[in-house]
């Protein structure tokens, strides 16, 4: 009997057991739910924060991710803590320990989700079903976000797009009976196939309600916003130009903040007017020391994430108030961001009003014949409140000189948000040379290992029905 993707399958059978509970949501996880049908709108409600817990997870999308997609890039220069994954040279003999465990935390939050809808979908009448719904397609628009980092940090599509290799889609739970069957073997999907499930699980998202109740509690449950947010990105990346700016019109009830410390740069953004959905933490249910992003980006904390000469020289230093938020280290002379000043108690970024206006400004600048003037008015709205000079058409010889102005200006608004390896591989761009130290040379674009591993236990579990991605 083959066993494919063991380690995987046995981690889903566990879920629902060990996450801390999740004070700023206010109410924790209940751990016996994973074995119980739902028989009471109470159980359900419960265990749809469990989901949310999941989503904290250290290694995953608790800050982790977000950190591996923009050590990565040329903006940051990591310490060897993240050297194998920042210098593309991770050894599969062990798989880079941190490379495995994002991988296995990835899909134990996709293994809660997809038990919590199997018992909702075996529990029709337990609530209205206005609310029923509301807990469904809140399930999906979770996975779908899950999914979309996971395929984009271990598919192979930046070289073979849209017939690559993909991840496997497993959209149901197992149990410790089924975990080590044949029906556990999971083989990977193409590129394509995956982006179109997630694009069905962020649609059905696109029916939650515009607002989640007081509190800031909009800003880390989810909403129609935060789906059509997400399928803004998708469609961009996609390279579904129309789609990508209908997604972002429907992305309505927000507004950037007069100031960009009210969205970043502060200890809990619940007032914030910009936050679409982020994934919310307190002092008590952060990752913690060793994986929370304070602790990695701050200078006050672990700082061994600091910031590349390159990136600094992207900025207007003396008018542009997001550089102005950057701290610089006397005693050490090195450069930190404090995007993340609370150490343990920084929410994970997932997406916000300012992407959104990017996404769409991008989307029609690539679309356009030439220089597309309502692109221009888009980013325009991010330099005026960042401080900094506006741009007219004038100003681009041609529409390429307009596109790679935006993808500039995403590095300046977006930093350490978790974009900035993601925008340069779809952009089929490779890594310039003195990413983070003079000595490092040039990554050019393709290159098989732009895409991480499969953890090597997955491999050999697998039995050949699992495929490594090239180069490894």
Not at 396 to 423: M, Q
Request: hydrophobic share 40%; proline share 4%.
């Amino acid at each position: 009997m083959k066993t494919a993707n063991k380690i995987l399958v046995a981690a889903l059978a566990l879920i629902g057991v060990s996450f801390t509970s999740c004070e700023v949501l206010d109410q924790p996880f209940k751990a016996g739910y994973e074995s119980t049908a739902f028989t009471t709108p109470g159980q359900v409600r419960a265990s749809a924060v469990g989901m949310y817990n999941a989503m904290q997870n250290a290694q995953f999308l608790g800050g982790r991710a977000q950190i591996y997609v923009d050590v990565r890039s040329n903006d940051t220069n990591p310490s060897t803590y993240f050297g194998g994954i920042s210098n593309y040279n991770i050894d599969l003999g062990s798989t880079y320990s941190i490379v495995g465990d994002a991988y296995r935390a990835a899909y134990r939050t996709i293994g809660e989700i997809n038990l919590f809808i199997e018992k909702l979908t075996a529990a029709p009448d337990v609530m209205p079903a206005d609310e029923y719904a509301l807990y469904m397609n809140e399930a999906k628009f979770l996975r779908g976000v899950v999914y979309f980092y996971l395929l984009n940090l271990w598919s192979d599509q930046h070289t073979t797009a849209p017939a690559g290799l993909g991840v496997p889609w497993i959209d149901r739970s197992y149990d410790g009976k089924t975990a080590f069957t044949d029906e556990a073997i999971v083989a990977r999907a193409t590129t394509a196939d995956i982006y179109s499930k997630i694009i069905a699980d962020l649609t059905a998202g696109t029916d939650l309600p515009a607002s989640r109740g007081s509190g800031g509690a909009s800003l880390y449950f989810a909403t129609s916003g935060a789906a059509w947010g997400m399928l803004s990105r998708v469609h961009l990346y996609m390279e579904n130009y129309d789609a990508a700016i209908s997604a972002a019109a429907k992305v309505t009830g927000y507004s950037l903040d007069a100031d960009p410390a009210k969205t970043m740069y502060i200890k809990t953004p619940t007032s914030s007017k910009e936050i679409i959905f982020w994934i919310a933490h307190n002092a008590s249910d952060n990752p913690g020391t060793n994986a929370s992003l304070g602790q990695h980006y701050g200078q006050s904390g672990r700082s061994d994430i600091q910031i590349s000469n390159e990136f600094r020289a992207l900025f207007d230093q003396d008018k542009d108030i997001r550089y102005k938020l950057l701290v610089y280290n006397t005693s050490k002379k090195q450069w930190f961001t404090n995007k993340y000043p609370n150490i343990n108690e920084n929410w994970a970024p997932i997406i916000r009003f300012g992407e959104v206006i990017l996404n769409e400004a991008e989307a029609r600048a690539k679309q356009a014949t030439g220089v597309d003037e309502t692109a221009i008015g888009l980013v325009n709205k991010i330099r005026k409140r960042a401080g900094v000079d506006e741009v007219a058409a004038a100003d681009f010889a041609d529409k390429a000189a307009l596109v790679d102005f935006i993808l500039v200006e995403r590095r300046r608004e977006l930093a350490f948000e978790g974009h900035g390896s993601f925008d340069l591989f779809r952009n089929k761009k490779g890594i310039p040379a003195g990413r983070g130290s003079d000595k490092a040379a040039a990554i050019p674009y393709p290159n098989d290992r732009f895409a991480l591993p499969i953890p090597d236990r997955e491999i050999i579990k697998g039995e050949g029905v699992v495929k490594q991605n090239p180069g490894y």
